[in-house]
């Protein structure tokens, strides 16, 4: 966005620019499995667009009601506190079994440039999976617990 400021002779001289930041959420929208179910992906929607709309304190109410949402959907205890859900869910195989797989998935891409084998051609989507998982598996060892040690931060009472 570039302001304008008019002189003497009645032309535009830019005085300034101003640069917004933009949210990852702008950018890359989720893409969400076809069976995802509705009434979760709504509460998602409702979430970023309270964010998107600048109501703040609505974004973070309704990102958790998100988040509550989803861990219902991997428990049988609809009855359960937040906190109770997340320690259950975390503590089991569901939440446990994507990030082996991811790991293993990367490994075994490894193997398959690493080693030759007659029944596997490496290509270009095979490298691109690659890449992304493996980003994937960065951003949550590394990335992740500093952008959740900077909301603890933000948002934790003292």
Do not use: W
Request: with cysteine; glycine share 6%; aromatic share 6%.
């Amino acid at each position: 966005m570039i302001f304008d400021k008019q002189d003497g002779k009645s032309t535009k001289i830019p005085t300034g620019l101003a640069v917004l930041p933009s949210s990852p959420i702008d950018k890359t929208p989720l893409d969400l499995p076809d069976d995802f179910p509705v009434r979760l992906r709504k509460a998602i929607m409702e979430a970023e667009s309270t964010f998107k709309s600048g109501h703040f304190s609505s974004a973070l109410m309704n990102g958790g009601r998100a988040l509550e949402g989803l861990f219902k959907t991997f428990s049988n205890n609809n009855d359960a506190t937040l906190a109770k859900l997340i320690d259950e869910v975390c503590g089991s195989e569901t939440a446990t079994l994507p990030l082996r797989s991811l790991a293993h998935a990367i490994r075994e891409g490894r193997n398959a440039g690493a080693h030759f084998d007659e029944s596997i051609e490496p290509d270009a989507e095979s490298a691109a999976l690659m890449i992304e998982l493996l980003h994937y598996i960065i951003g949550y060892f590394v990335i992740l617990p500093k952008k959740i040690s900077k909301l603890e931060k933000k948002v934790k009472r003292t």
